[in-house]
C-alpha cells in the first residue's frame, strides 16, 4: 500500500475527540485507572484503596488512596525525603529506600486504624515472600491494590520495592515474587537472598567498592 496522506479538513477536525487532559499531558493511563478504580456494584459506596507509588530525581512518594467523582482522596501518605530522621540519610530514591518508604506508609496507615498492635507484619527482613493473614474475630487487615503509573513493571523495579515494604508493614496487597529481584524467570526459582541484599542496599555497596577498586576517578 503507498504513502496516503491525511486529510485534516473540516469534516475530520467536525468529528475530532479530545482527550483526557491527563492523557494529553502524558500523566495518567486511563486504560489502568479505570480497572484500579471501578469498584464492584454490590459493594455499593466502599472505597477502593490503591497503594500509589511514584518517583521523581530526588524523591519517592507513597500514597493510599482512593477515588471520588470531586477527585482522588488521600488516607495517608510517605515521602523518602522524610527517612533521615529514621536514620537513611543517603540514597533516597534507590531500592532499600523505596523498602523503607512503604514500610513507613504502612506502620503510618496501621496507627491511623489502631491496627498497628493486631497486624505488626514480617518482623525479620529476610527477603521471603510474605502476604498477612486475618485474624479470626478481629478486623481485617487493611487491602489497598498497587497503582504503578506509567513506570515499566520489570524484574526488579523499585515500585515493587516500595510494595514489598508496605506488604511486610502490614497490608494486604496482591502480589507475586515473580517481580522481585533473585527472580530467574528461565528456572522459575526465587532466591529470597538476592532480594534481602537489595532490600538492605548491598548491591549499592558492591557496587561502590567495585568502583573503589577500578575506577578511582568514578568514585570520587
Known amino acids: 500500500m503507498g504513502f496516503v496522506k491525511v486529510v485534516k479538513n473540516k469534516a475530520y477536525f467536525k468529528r475530532f475527540q479530545t482527550k483526557f487532559r491527563r492523557r494529553r499531558e502524558g500523566k495518567t493511563d486511563f486504560y489502568a485507572r479505570k480497572r484500579l478504580v471501578t469498584q464492584e456494584k454490590n459493594k455499593y459506596n466502599t472505597p477502593k484503596y490503591r497503594l500509589i507509588v511514584r518517583f521523581t530525581n530526588k524523591d519517592i512518594i507513597c500514597q493510599v488512596a482512593y477515588a471520588r467523582i470531586e477527585g482522588d482522596v488521600i488516607v495517608c501518605a510517605a515521602y523518602a525525603h522524610e527517612l533521615p530522621r529514621y536514620g537513611l540519610k543517603v540514597g533516597l530514591t534507590n ?118 577498586d577500578e575506577d578511582s576517578d568514578a568514585f570520587q
Open 95 to 212: 531500592y532499600a529506600a523505596a523498602y523503607c518508604t512503604g514500610l513507613l506508609l504502612a506502620r503510618r496507615l496501621m496507627k491511623k486504624y489502631n491496627l498497628d498492635s493486631l497486624y505488626q507484619g514480617q518482623t525479620e527482613v529476610d527477603g521471603e515472600e510474605y502476604n498477612v493473614e486475618a485474624l479470626d474475630d478481629q478486623p481485617g487487615p487493611f487491602r489497598a491494590f498497587l497503582d504503578v503509573g506509567l513506570v515499566r513493571t520489570t524484574t526488579g523495579a523499585r515500585v515493587f520495592g516500595a510494595m514489598k515494604g508496605a506488604a511486610d508493614g502490614g497490608l494486604d496487597i496482591p502480589h507475586s515474587c515473580k517481580r522481585f529481584p533473585g527472580y530467574d524467570n528461565d528456572s522459575g526459582e526465587f532466591s529470597a537472598d538476592v532480594h534481602r541484599q537489595h532490600i538492605m542496599g548491598a548491591h549499592v555497596a558492591n557496587y561502590m567498592t567495585h568502583l573503589q
